[in-house]
């Protein structure tokens, strides 16, 4: 995978719900409570942060912006971060 996709798309890639999936992301650390990845991960290149800049409508004010991308590499941690899960929750419905 060449281009690093959002976080959506990388649930959709990996037939999750984007909800559930930045939940167990946020429960193991992995991200922030702005969906925001720890640093460790960004420089391993699991992710990438976009930032930007864009002007609220009529009263000019300049707002910052965050976007959590996922690289190829990361995809391949997050699928087995949730085969975890999976696995987890199949040993929960056995007890």
């Known amino acids: ?10 649930a959709k890639i990996l037939n999750a719900k984007p909800t559930r999936l930045r939940q167990k ?4 650390g992995i991200l922030d409570k702005n969906n925001l990845p720890r640093h460790d991960l ?5 992710f990438e942060v976009k930032t930007g800049q864009f002007v609220k ?4 004010i300049r707002q ?3 976007v959590t991308l996922v690289t190829g590499s990361g995809l391949t941690f997050l699928s087995a971060l949730m085969e975890e899960g999976k696995a987890d929750q199949a040993a929960e419905r056995s007890m």
């Open 1 to 10: 995978m060449d281009k690093p996709v959002k976080i959506n798309a990388a």
């Open 25 to 28: 992301m946020r429960a193991r």
């Open 42 to 46: 960004v420089e391993r290149g699991l």
């Open 57 to 60: 409508g009529r009263t000019g």
């Open 64 to 66: 910052n912006y965050a």
